[in-house]
């Protein structure tokens, strides 16, 4: 996935609002962009260091600059803009970069299923094999070297394991993937010490079929782009 067009860099001063985001420019200019994140964001923040920002030309935004990098104080990039994930997760599966989700003739997105009225991101369909119905969560996550998800307690999460477990049960095949857009994250485990409950409903959803895959991105200014595979720790 490119940036186009090209990403401005500034430095965060702070977010507030949830959705809205202070930075100066390298002129000294303070700007308010979007930040396109529903969760915590916890260490995703440095005040400080540096940020990157899209613009968009559509002149009825309020908020022309949204948030798309960080960078921590170790010099990982972070991708902030959880809406990406998805988009990463197709362009993953079209070039075949993700094995387990390969041979499938037909891809459909934020399809209508479940008894719970949700939208699976991705379902993918082929005349000799069951439906495979995936979830994308993006995980942005590192505490002592390790990442988790979610970062705050999630009840739309828990929702989507529910489902997902329905799905496995039905005897289609049913998928949690998730797209790690932070480059210091090398394994992803249910951040339980965050959100128990979507701990247990992940390991109740894994008994019944539900399988876990996650992978890593390659980060820069220009393009992110899926490249590896991340090891999973229940």
């Known amino acids: 996935m490119e940036f186009s067009p ?58 022309s600059r949204t948030w798309e990098l960080m960078e921590t104080p170790e010099g990982h990039l972070i991708g902030v803009n959880t809406g990406k994930a998805n988009h990463l997760a197709v362009e993953a599966i079209e ?41 994308v969560k993006s995980c942005t996550l590192l505490e002592d070297g390790k990442g988790y998800f979610p970062d705050a307690v999630t009840t739309r999460g828990q929702k989507h394991l529910r489902e997902l477990a329905e799905v496995a049960l039905s005897g289609n095949r049913a998928v949690l993937l998730f797209i790690v857009q932070h480059s210091g994250i090398r394994q992803v485990s249910p951040a339980t010490h965050i959100d128990p409950k979507y701990s247990e409903l992940l390991k109740e959803a894994i008994e019944k079929g539900v399988e876990v895959l996650a992978y890593g991105a390659e980060i820069s200014p220009q393009m992110i782009t899926i490249k590896n595979k991340c090891t999973v720790v229940l």
């Open 6 to 63: 090209k990403l401005q860099s500034g430095k965060l001063l702070k977010r507030y609002k949830r959705f809205l985001t202070d930075i100066e420019l390298a002129d000294g200019e303070v700007v308010t962009i979007h930040c396109p994140n529903t969760g915590s964001m916890k260490n995703c923040q440095f005040p400080e260091h540096k940020v990157w920002f899209s613009t968009s030309d559509n002149p009825k935004r309020k908020y």
């Open 95 to 135: 070039a075949g970069v993700i094995k387990e989700l390969a041979n499938y003739s037909k891809m459909r997105k934020e399809v209508k299923y479940g008894s719970e009225n949700s939208r699976i991101d991705i379902l993918l369909s082929a005349a000799d094999k069951p439906d495979c119905f995936i979830e």
